[in-house]
């Protein structure tokens, strides 16, 4: 038995073919999965009633049921989802003009324990498989048309490469889904092993980096993930991945009140990144968490301080606004409150 949506769209002609079945079922099938959005094989009515048996019985369809909505002002939509093993994981919608961007997780929970993150406040359950990160997409599929796709969700892609990758060229697959490679942002906190595998792909993937410090004293506190793999290490990474690639990085970081948002901290950042080519930063203002009381959202006044301290030094800078805060939209939240319901 494989998950229909572990299947990549060339896999099906051969695995059709070796119960005797002709090309153009393979066709059928992903026009059903594809283009009609199919969440159960009873609904590919333009199927022989055999065939679906057959595919029901072989290639079943990932069940992700939606256990809970929260909806914010600004028309960000936040799913939890509810995998066939009872676990729960978010996915968010957030519109903007001409886009419509889901944000998606690749593990129940996340091992990586960076302080001001909620996903990583209990551990990490287990890693999704790639049929259910597709499923995710799915149920966000069927609340609009996607245009973009971040891999911000709960979870560290790099700590599930496999699953995350195979989801996500699926997702990609002009045959599948279709959804542009440029379109897709993978974003992950530095686990070094995953730039040159990524880069080896050969995929237009966007990818962003967590940096969130601009040295190892304080990235090792914030990040536990630095004392495995420091600075110097991750930013070697990033600078061969760019040159391999051509592509640009854009490094995330969130602003803490009082923990690295000082001018002395936007210098050390803006000449970190210029060792990156090409790189750009994000800066973020900090969602408060609710098991972290003593993390703080910076004023506007220091966010336009960063900014102009890093355009300053040329480095291509954005100031993001946190969406859906009446949505528990940081990453992990929604999840966090439903375990301790
Ligand atoms: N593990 C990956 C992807 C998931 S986190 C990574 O670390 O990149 C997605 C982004 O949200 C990361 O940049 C993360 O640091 C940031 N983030 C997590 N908690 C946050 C919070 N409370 N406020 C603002 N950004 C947060």
Redesign the pocket.
């Known amino acids: 038995m494989k998950k229909a949506w572990s299947i990549l769209p060339e896999e099906w002609k051969p695995i059709l073919a070796e119960r005797g079945l002709r090309p153009f079922r393979a066709d059928q099938v992903l026009q059903s999965l594809y283009r009609d959005y199919i969440t159960d094989w009873d609904q590919a009515t333009t199927l022989p009633k055999d065939f679906r048996e057959t595919l029901k019985s072989e290639f079943p369809i990932t069940k992700a049921e939606v256990a809970d909505v929260s909806a914010s002002s600004d028309g960000t939509k936040k799913l939890l989802l509810r995998m066939e093993d009872g676990n729960c994981v978010e996915t968010v919608l957030i519109p903007a003009t001409g886009r419509f961007t889901q944000c998606i997780s690749t593990q129940v929970g ?1 091992a ?1 324990g ?1 302080a ?4 990583g406040a209990r551990g990490v359950v287990r890693s999704l498989t790639a049929d259910e990160i597709v499923a995710e997409y799915m149920s966000g599929r069927r609340v609009g048309e996607i245009t973009n796709i971040v ?7 790099f700590a599930n490469y496999d699953e995350t990758m195979r989801a996500l060229k699926l997702i990609n697959a002009g045959k599948g889904p279709n959804l542009g490679a440029r379109h897709i942002t993978i ?3 530095g686990v070094v092993p995953g730039f040159a595998r990524l880069a080896s792909e050969g995929i237009q993937f966007e990818l ?3 940096l ?1 410090a601009p040295n190892d004293e304080l990235r090792s506190q914030l990040m536990p993930v630095n004392r495995k793999w420091p600075i110097d290490e991750l930013l070697n990474a990033c600078a061969d991945y760019t040159r391999a690639t051509k592509r640009i990085i854009t490094f ?1 970081y ?1 602003v803490i009140k009082g923990v690295n948002d000082s001018r002395a901290c936007a210098e050390e950042l803006a000449r970190q990144v210029r060792r990156v080519p090409m790189a750009k930063v994000n800066l ?6 609710s098991h972290r009381p003593d ?1 703080k959202t910076p004023d506007e006044r220091t966010m336009l301080m960063f900014l102009d301290v890093l355009m300053k030094h040329g480095v291509q800078t954005m100031l993001r606004r ?1 969406r859906g805060k009446d949505a528990d939209a ?3 939240q929604l999840r966090l409150r439903h375990l301790d319901a």
């Open positions: 996340c990586m960076c001001f993150c909620a996903s891999v911000m969700g709960m979870g560290e892609p974003s992950t906190c962003s980096v967590s969130h995330e969130t973020i203002p900090l969602s408060p968490v993390f946190s940081a990453c992990g």
